[in-house]
């Protein structure tokens, strides 16, 4: 149950497409559910960040939508470009509990 | 501003040797504190958080364990590496004011055990 199932494992596009990552969970308890970038050996960053009340959240080229009765979400990258190469993770939080990690996503995003 | 050190970035280390690896958040009072454990092309998995000096919880039995002798440092442990400890090690810290505080981690230590 505290499981957060990401897919594709790996992704490339060409500049400028929009790749789209999915996550699913089963827990309905998570209350709080973060994407990160993470470049090679580098820490995983915060990128964007939703809550289950919100359908939809926007940040500049990066878009959250939630979907709460099919109990998941995806992250969409629009005008890709090669400096978004990186591994993406979804996660899941409920409280004050730390993070539940997707097994990650390696975007390439080809000149 | 917040920020979070990791060292040493880089540890390569023989079987059956011990381990410390430190940890340590600037900026901020109070936090809770992780540890993680990255396998290669895998996702992250946590070994331990930490609400408070002294309070330690394990995730998983391992070979491993966690001290926070300090409100912002926190000690990853071994007494006897094994070759299973292989990994990128990530700590992570978080506000605790408000529930959906977000995760915020270090650049990580790549350790290798040979």
């Known amino acids: 149950q505290q499981q957060v199932k990401q897919s594709p494992q790996s992704l490339i596009v060409q500049k400028g497409g929009i790749p789209i990552i999915n996550c699913a969970y089963e827990?309905?308890?998570?209350?709080?559910f973060p994407w990160y970038q993470q470049f090679p050996g580098k820490g995983p960053a915060l990128l964007i960040a939703i809550r289950p009340d919100v359908s939809e959240k926007k940040e500049g080229r990066f878009t959250i939508s939630f979907n709460k009765s099919a109990k998941q979400f995806s992250l969409h990258i629009m005008d890709s470009q090669p400096g978004d190469s990186a591994t993406y993770f979804c996660a899941a939080k409920t409280g004050r509990r730390a993070l539940t990690f997707g097994s990650g996503t390696r975007l390439q995003v080809q000149p | 501003s917040q920020t979070i050190h990791q060292w040493p970035a880089t540890l390569v280390q023989p079987v059956g040797s011990p381990l410390s690896l430190e940890c340590t958040v600037e900026?901020?009072?109070?936090?809770?504190l992780y540890w993680y454990r990255q396998a290669a092309g895998r996702g992250l998995q946590l070994l331990f958080y930490?609400?408070?000096?002294?309070?330690i919880s394990s995730e998983v039995p391992q070979n491993l364990s966690a001290s926070r002798p300090q409100d912002r440092q926190f000690i990853l442990s071994s007494k006897k590496l094994l070759l299973s400890d292989s990994g990128f090690y990530l700590c992570?810290?978080?506000?605790?004011?408000?529930?959906?505080?977000?995760?915020?981690f270090g650049d990580g230590t790549r350790l290798s055990i040979l």
């Open positions: 900026g901020t009072s109070n936090p809770n």
């Open positions: 930490s609400v408070g000096i002294g309070q």
């Open positions: 827990n309905t308890a998570f209350d709080y």
């Open positions: 992570a810290w978080s506000g605790r004011t408000d529930l959906n505080q977000p995760q915020h």
